[in-house]
T-cell receptor, first 111, second 114 residues
Framework: GDSVTQMEGPVTLSEEAFLTINCTYTATGYPSLFWYVQYPGEGLQLLLKATKADDKGSNKGFEATYRKETTSFHLEKGSVQVSDSAVYFC??????????FGQGTELSVKP | DVKVTQSSRYLVKRTGEKVFLECVQD?????MFWYRQDPGLGLRLIYF???????EKGDIPEGYSVSREKKERFSLILESASTNQTSMYLC?????????????FGSGTRLTVV
């Protein structure tokens, strides 16, 4: 079945470090891909999305590129801040319209 | 802004109790969803509803039921709560006309069953 796999956390970085959170997927057809962020004590918020191959989603300094050849959608940010500390979820929307989530990656940014 | 409101942030219930988790959205969305979130497992879909009075089982419906009597409200029911239902529950909604968009989530209800 369709699935999403993320790198395991927690990921701990110093402020201004470069961030990569890996995400790969398995799905039939051409799913849409998403990154959601969950700040402490809150629900999930959509961070960025990409709906077709080679699309790049971006928001708040975060970027991810839909790579069909490697079935990946890695999240990157050039310089993280303490306020980026959160749990990040990669997700796909499959042909049936179902949203399928990865297990989440906790990011902790230290000053 | 679309708002999805879950009535309780924290709940503590006893084993065997009937538990109602309420979710209300204010943007006339047709689709609503209930997920549970557990460490290391991500979000798993319990039930969803495409419209009023419609419901579909998700991936883990056992021990749960739902009710959608009005378009804006989607209730999750634990018929007889058990300790393995201790979890964070997240409600989400989406417009049928915007299927390439993500979902809008509520803030979650952290349920503890003792």
């Amino acid at each position: 079945g369709d699935s999403v796999t993320q790198m395991e956390g927690p990921v701990t970085l110093s402020e201004e470090a470069f961030l990569t959170i890996n995400c790969t997927y398995t799905a039939t057809g051409y799913p849409s891909l998403f990154w959601y962020v969950q700040y402490p004590g809150e629900g999930l918020q959509l961070l960025l999305k990409a709906t077709k191959a080679d699309d790049k989603g971006s928001n708040k300094g975060f970027e991810a590129t839909y790579r069909k050849e490697t079935t990946s959608f890695h999240l990157e940010k050039g310089s993280v801040q303490v306020s980026d500390s959160a749990v990040y979820f990669c997700a796909l929307k499959n042909q049936g319209g179902k949203l399928i989530f990865g297990q989440g990656t906790e990011l902790s940014v230290k000053p | 802004d679309v708002k999805v409101t879950q009535s309780s942030r924290y709940l503590v219930k006893r084993t065997g109790e009937k538990v109602f988790l309420e979710c209300v959205q204010d943007m006339d969305h047709e689709n609503m969803f209930w997920y549970r979130q557990d460490p290391g497992l991500g979000l798993r879909l319990i039930y969803f509803s495409y419209d009023v009075k419609m419901k579909e089982k998700g991936d883990i419906p056992e021990g749960y039921s739902v009710s959608r009597e009005k378009k804006e409200r989607f209730s999750l029911i634990l018929e007889s709560a058990s300790t393995n239902q201790t979890s964070m529950y997240l409600c989400a909604s989406r417009s049928t006309g915007n299927t390439n968009y993500g979902y809008t989530f509520g803030s979650g209800t952290r349920l503890t069953v003792v």
